[in-house]
């Protein structure tokens, strides 16, 4: 790109790899972003949010950022240990796990402060101009909070029409033909992207 060249006005949306791609399926559901000059860029992980949107804004590009509070990481990660490890394998264990949460807790208070939220390691969903933020992690929202889209989800899956596990085309398809309207949360998302497009 030369110096002459413009850069482009649109409104990118930051947000996680994993949430990224599962984002991507259900904002696309009522119009496709792209045809509104909004892309989506995974920044990998919510560490590297902040730095992508102060690039992003150096360069006069708006944005909007989601990402995972990860408040169940701790449990997760803990419910998936080995139950056969050894004391010192064991201890060792959950001395990285603590320090997975101590950082995801850290980044969250960071990351919602420059973001011009309340800052706190353990939030709760909220959606704003700015960002969406899932208390624990878009799963286990869409799992408490739009069990249609998850019947459906399960339903592909069985009739081999589509992918278990992480998959955003299986995600993408579930959520454009459930019967159901996708919860308050996503719609407040899409509604804060769209808003910033404009």
Known sequence: MTSSTPLPRTADELA????????????????????????IVSAGRKSKLMLCHAILRALNVRCYTVFDGDAG??????EGLQPNLED???????????GAVRRSM???????????GTPTGTPADESTREYTIFHD??????????PAWVERQREMVR???GFAGKNAATYREAARTTTSEPPLLLQSLLQNVLALAG
Not at 16 to 39: E, K, M, N, V, Y
Not at 73 to 78: G, V, Y
Not at 88 to 98: C, F, H, M, S
Not at 107 to 115: A, I, K
């Open 16 to 39: 996680t790899q994993d949430t990224s791609r599962l984002a991507r399926a259900f904002i696309d559901r009522p119009c496709p972003l792209g045809a509104q000059g909004i892309h």
């Open 73 to 78: 990481m701790e449990e997760r990660k803990r």
């Open 88 to 98: 010192k394998e064991l201890a060792d264990a959950l001395r990285k796990i603590d």
């Open 106 to 116: 850290l980044d969250n208070t960071n990351l919602l402060g420059y973001l011009g």
């Open 137 to 146: 992690h878009l799963e286990g929202h869409l799992t408490s909070h739009w």
């Open 159 to 161: 009739d081999g029409d």
